[in-house]
């Protein structure tokens, strides 16, 4: 087997002039086939038709599944072509992934590395961006991703612009991408366990989450950026350069840097008090991203919500009491629609303010 389509594919990704590729596989159009790449202005659209997105598969499986059918030969010399092939073409093919692991490492040993692992990277990163729901999302390719970062900054240079780039677009992509978001909270702790500058991840998940009401995984990673929660990371990352063979560690934070995250904490929570106000917010993962950057910030927490009490207690006394259980006003026709989304936006600030006294009384 020749795995034309495989080759025209990972070329067409990995050594173009532009490193941001937009992978996208198309159902079939008259007068196109196979692999196109479009060139834009700072990009390359690479579309990958249906029918030749099913040949990939068929040839790159066949090979695969002789390899592991034949496990005391030889590996024929296209078998790692053919893991390139099942990594765009079989999602969370756990087998696949791990030779395909294991033949890139033999391959960079042997190459000298930089230039294969330049292209790994590209290569991965253009499928972790792709429009198929299933590979953006999936947690293998995630967690292989980490690896190649790893890698490269032990090895070479830092790769942290694409990172939070990489991140942003299948974030865009797919809703509540997890594993994405979850990727991003890990580099964030690299950079602050390595004394770098996170101040580009902290923007770009703030105009991410505040843009994004019902994304729960952006309102938890922007919570993230400002907890402690990077001690599990920095030994995560000792135990991934260790099973490459590195003597790998990362820093525990200054103590500036830890007050600055407070500062910071403090910061975004009377932001996001102001932008949950000016806007009307009533989606809850603005709120209990809230709740959670003041537990991590210094500031007077009911300074902070004094107004907010005032706003509740108003509105309570409006409310009547049927049997014990609250009645809301009844609503004149045509006049439901923004009065229910206040009452909404009351009912979480009540939820936000009951559950900061119980942290306060120690509950």
């Known amino acids: ?21 937009q992978l996208r596989l198309q159902p079939p159009q008259p007068g196109y086939e196979g692999i196109v790449a479009i060139p834009n202005d700072g990009s390359t659209e690479v579309v990958c038709f249906q029918e030749a ?8 499986h066949k090979i695969i599944a002789n390899c592991l059918g ?11 072509m053919a893991t390139v092939g099942l990594l765009f073409t079989s999602y969370e093919n756990r087998s696949a992934l791990n030779l395909h692991e294991r033949l890139f490492l033999e391959k960079m040993d042997s190459s000298g590395g930089t230039e294969t692992l330049d292209r790994e990277i590209r290569y991965v990163e253009a499928l972790l961006t792709s429009n198929i729901g299933k590979l953006n999302k999936s947690s293998s390719l995630w967690l292989w991703y980490r690896k190649l970062v790893l890698l490269q900054r032990e090895k070479c240079s830092s790769v942290g612009t694409r990172v939070i780039e990489v991140c942003k677009r299948s974030a865009e992509l797919h809703f509540a991408n997890y594993y994405c978001w979850n990727t991003l909270r890990w580099y964030y702790d690299v950079l ?44 995560d990352y000792t135990r991934i350069a260790q099973s490459f063979g590195l003597d790998a560690q990362l820093k525990t934070p200054l103590e500036t840097a830890v007050q ?9 929570a009377r932001e996001l008090i102001r932008f949950i106000d000016t806007c009307e917010v009533c989606e809850w993962n603005a709120y209990r991203c809230l709740y959670l950057l003041l537990q991590y910030s210094n ?9 907010w009490q005032q706003e509740l207690d108003s509105f309570e006394r409006n409310v009547i009491l049927v049997r014990g259980y609250p009645k809301l006003p009844q609503l004149a026709p045509g006049d439901d629609i923004l009065e229910q989304k206040r009452q909404k936006q009351m009912m979480n600030k009540k939820r936000l303010l009951h559950m900061v006294h119980k942290a306060q009384d120690g509950e």
């Not at 034949?70 to 790692?80: A, K």
């Not at 996170?198 to 009401?213: G, Q, T």
Request: charged share 25%; with cysteine; hydrophobic share 35%.
């Open 1 to 21: 087997m020749t795995l034309d389509l495989t080759k025209q594919l990972y070329e067409t990704i990995t050594t173009g002039e532009h490193p941001n590729v």
């Open 53 to 60: 997105f099913c040949e990939i598969f068929l040839e790159c």
């Open 70 to 80: 034949d496990r005391g030969g030889p590996l024929p010399r296209e078998t790692f």
């Open 192 to 235: 602050e366990w390595s004394h770098e500058d996170v101040a580009p991840v902290r923007e770009m998940v703030r105009k991410f989450a505040f843009s994004h009401l019902r994304d729960v995984s952006a309102w938890d990673a922007l919570s993230y950026l400002y907890s402690d929660g990077g001690a599990y990371t920095s030994s």
């Open 260 to 268: 600055i995250r407070c500062e910071k904490a403090t910061e975004v």
């Open 299 to 307: 500031c007077n927490i009911a300074e902070l919500v004094t107004q």
